[in-house]
């Protein structure tokens, strides 16, 4: 799919209107659908979150720009509700937690290897060993709770096998941060971190959202638990954005962003109907570009082809199983840890300090896996020798 931001205009805003029957339709299915489909809802919903979070932030520093800013608002605010509502009933809310770690698996893994950076393709491979490991905890708490194997939800695109384990993810802040990445940076990049920072602000609030509902206490503290780690993970991709840019600059590339995530949806989707969705929410995204395109001239005077280069999409993320390089990166650093913003063996000591604190009465995730290993079928497989005889 061949789009030049600067070139394609899209649809214009004042025609992007929605009913709520638009807005809420047949939802997917977590068995006859494919499970990148849910993948790539999950992440879009995650995209549209964090542009509203943006637009929001915007809205409270700037006068002149509220008033676009809330027409743009409104209608991400549609978009947001689309997409989140292809999830349906059949999902449990553990389900959709698997739904979201192996988003962020496959997601962040395709990222780390497309990001041309090398320092910030670290970032992406810490963690992600990270999010493969709550996928871990999270599967023995759903063969704990529902008696459910993940496997019907991942489909065999993401191994469930432990990494760098939950219990040592627990860092002092400052051991969170990264070196931002320059005000020259490849589109790439800026796309990148962008992409993970509102992907796992999403993942982020919604443990802290449905945490509080299971009776299950131990299930109750691994939310808990992992909740504060996507914590950490938004402050780790978050502190990637070089901070020097001015609000109109985030704006631009956040909208460039949703394209360049929509076309990608858009050109891996297999079913039809969702696919429909990815393209007329490309066109929308286009039309909210242009306008943070001439706010970004009229009121900064800069030429965007300093943020954008020369408008070209770079290569999209690939909805795929990456599992040969995930398994490279356990295999390869999962030993590794932080010390302020560099990668390393020996971790920074108040990092200790602030893990032997929260871990004091022990570990949920490490108790929810004590006796857990994944195995096809979970409970029904697991016969005894005695049994079989």
């Known amino acids: 799919m061949s789009i030049n931001l600067f070139h394609d205009k899209g649809l214009p805003l004042e025609r992007q209107r929605m009913s709520w029957k638009d807005m809420v339709g047949k939802p997917i299915s977590k068995l006859d659908d494919d499970a990148f489909t849910r993948v790539r809802v999950i992440l879009m919903n995650g995209l549209e979150l964090d542009s509203l979070r943006t637009k929001q932030v915007a809205l409270r520093c700037n006068a002149r720009l509220r008033e676009p800013l809330a027409q743009l608002m409104r209608v991400e605010q549609h978009q947001a509700t689309t997409i989140n509502w292809l999830l349906g009933a059949d999902h449990s809310p553990i389900e959709t937690t698997i739904g979201y770690e192996q988003t962020a698996i496959e997601v962040t893994a395709s990222v780390a290897k497309l990001e041309p950076d090398p320092y910030l393709a670290q970032g992406y491979r810490y963690a992600l060993l990270e999010d493969f490991d709550h996928l871990y905890r999270y599967s023995a708490l759903l063969d704990r709770l529902e008696g459910k194997d993940a496997n019907n939800i991942t489909q065999g695109y993401t191994d469930i096998v432990p ?140 030429d965007p082809a300093e943020v954008l280069g020369n408008g070209s999409l770079p290569e999209f993320i690939q909805f795929e199983s990456h599992r040969d390089f995930v398994r490279k990166v356990i295999e390869e650093e999962t030993e590794l840890r932080k010390n302020g913003t560099e990668f390393t063996i020996d971790e920074g000591k108040t990092s200790f300090d602030y893990r032997k604190a929260v871990n004091a009465d022990g570990s949920p995730s490490q108790a929810v896996s004590e006796t857990y290993s994944w195995a096809s079928g979970t409970e029904l497989m697991r016969v005894s020798p005695e049994a079989a005889r």
């Open 163 to 302: 990494a760098r384990e939950t219990w040592f993810h627990h860092r002092a802040p400052e051991h969170d941060l990264l070196r931002p990445y320059a005000a020259d940076a490849a589109l790439a990049t800026k796309l990148h971190a962008l992409t993970l920072t509102g992907g796992e602000y999403q993942t982020h609030d919604y443990y802290m959202n449905i945490g509080p509902i299971f009776a299950d206490p131990l299930a109750r503290q691994l939310y808990a638990e992992i909740a504060s780690v996507e914590s950490q993970h938004i402050t780790h991709y978050g502190s990637m954005i070089n901070p020097g840019e001015s609000p109109l600059e985030k704006l631009l590339i956040s909208e460039a962003c949703e394209v360049w995530n929509y076309a990608g949806c858009a050109s891996q989707e297999g079913n039809p109907r969702v696919r429909a969705i990815w393209e007329r929410f490309l066109d929308y995204e286009l039309g909210h570009f242009q306008i943070a395109l001439n706010l970004f001239k009229e009121i900064e005077r800069r």
